[in-house]
């Protein structure tokens, strides 16, 4: 079975702090994707990478940064938390750019104080 | 761009009854449309998708649904749900432009209770 890890189930952070949430699959995917989830407004696209090292911005990327400098990890940056970035993140992955299914984690849920 | 819509944001059915939640999507060549489902404390997970092909779709755990072009619609059934059914269900839509998965639009999600 395909795993998607996220390092954090739970994050409290101070407004202001960077925040790191980690994301690692373990079945060779070439694209990985994090997603914010909010009631209301359902999952919305932050970044995703097709490749290491490649990235492309979703619909929400402004106050995020993403890494990916291996192929299994991809990496979500909030270089200065605000309190309106308190959310569920997800993240997920999948085999390549054919259309396929996305591999999600169980999220990341970020408190900013 | 494109855009989904899930009219009903919670739908409340009794064990063993029928179930259908509706997706709209408004998209202007031919859509990828995803239906995933989010159990509590979960990531989500793929129950079916359509690419092309028939327009009746068998997923997982006794889902189905069915791509109405004319109507720009994605219905997921199910003939008689079981109390594990509850949980919250998104649709998602993809273009081909964006390989089908990257980029989806998901719906704000129907969250889905059942009774004994």
């Not at chain 2, 029928?18 to 989500?44: H, I, K, M």
């Amino acid at each position: 079975d395909v795993k998607v890890t996220q390092s954090s189930r739970y994050l409290v952070k101070r407004t202001g702090e960077k925040v790191f949430l980690e994301c690692v699959q373990d079945m060779d995917h070439e694209n990985m994707f994090w997603y914010r989830q909010d009631p209301g407004l359902g999952l919305r696209l932050i970044y995703f990478s097709y490749d290491v090292k490649m990235k492309e911005k979703g619909d929400i990327p402004e106050g995020y940064s993403v890494s990916r400098e291996k192929k299994e990890r991809f990496s979500l940056i909030l270089e200065s938390a605000s309190t309106n970035q308190t959310s569920m993140y997800l993240c997920a992955s999948s085999i390549n750019r054919e259309g396929g299914e996305l591999f999600f984690g169980e999220g990341s849920r970020l408190t900013v104080l | 761009a494109q855009s989904v819509t899930q009219p009903d944001i919670h739908i409340t059915v009794s064990e063993g009854a029928s179930l259908e939640l509706r997706c709209n999507y408004s998209y202007g060549a031919t859509p990828y449309l995803f239906w995933y489902v989010q159990s509590p404390g979960q990531g989500l997970q793929l129950l079916l998708k359509y690419f092309s092909g028939d327009t009746l779709v068998q997923g997982i755990k006794g889902f189905e649904a069915e791509f109405k072009r004319s109507q720009s619609s994605f219905n997921l059934r199910k003939p008689s749900v079981h109390w594990s059914d509850a949980a919250e269900y998104f649709c998602a839509v993809g273009a081909q432009a964006n390989f089908g998965n990257e980029k989806l639009t998901f719906g704000t999600g129907t969250r889905l209770t059942i009774i004994p």
